[in-house]
């Protein structure tokens, strides 16, 4: 059974740096994009960037590059997405996704984080 | 990127049919058969309910259609029931992005 299972919910001040994770199962996790969608409260779903275990090539929408970095350790099979300076306008709820092998679709999904960034 | 048009919301009576439609360019919607639909209960993670325009995944009911005409891509739920009451959300792939593009969502009520 194909699994992605995300670390758990963070509470962070404004500056601070934070990373979580995606852990895959169930799969060749190398063989397959992994991507990571924000939701703001309230809002739609946004692709903030996509990695590629195998060989860690990473693709980030404009709206997101040099905001966040998406990493890899196939090693784990685990996928990061980290911050260095968090900002309020971070607060969200964070997914990753793995990608269909043949298309650009969205296949499994992890069950989320929640990042609250709070003064 | 600009986001797929989907409507704000729509609703129905059990038992009843509805129709969700994503509209995009030729640049997306229009160029590819690559749309997919998710579904999203509230504090939930979204869930695929249709992939390719038209293809169900397994385990997903047949209740559940897609299909596509130019540069608006659509999602029909039949017989609709209490629990499809949620919000959908269709994707694309579009050359403008390896990432692709999602709609701005539609909240379905079950009246």
Known sequence: EVQLVQSGAEV?????????????SGYSFTSYWIGWVRQ???????????????????????SFQGQVTISADKSISTAYLQWSSLKASDTAMYYCARRFSSSPG?????????????? | ????????????????????????????VGGYNYVSWYQQHPG???????????NRPSG????????????????????????????????????SSTLGVFGGGTKLTVL
Do not use: H
């Not at chain 2, 939930?44 to 038209?54: C, D, G, R, W």
């Open chain 1, 12 to 24: 962070k001040k404004p500056g601070e740096s934070l990373k979580i994770s995606c852990k895959g």
């Open chain 1, 40 to 62: 703001m409260p309230g809002k739609g779903l946004e692709w903030m960037g996509i990695i590629y275990p195998g060989d860690s090539d990473t693709r980030y929408s404009p």
């Open chain 1, 106 to 119: 969205v296949d499994y999904w992890g069950q989320g984080t929640l990042v609250t960034v709070s003064s």
């Open chain 2, 1 to 28: 990127q600009s986001a797929l048009t989907q409507p704000a919301s729509v609703s129905g009576s059990p038992g009843q049919s509805i129709t969700i439609s994503c509209t995009g360019t030729s640049s997306d």
């Open chain 2, 44 to 54: 939930k993670a979204p869930k695929l309910m249709i992939y390719e325009v038209s």
């Open chain 2, 60 to 95: 997903v009911s047949n209740r559940f259609s897609g299909s596509k005409s130019g540069n608006t891509a659509s999602l029909t739920i039949s017989g609709l029931q209490a629990e499809d009451e949620a919000d959908y959300y269709c994707s694309s792939y579009t050359s």
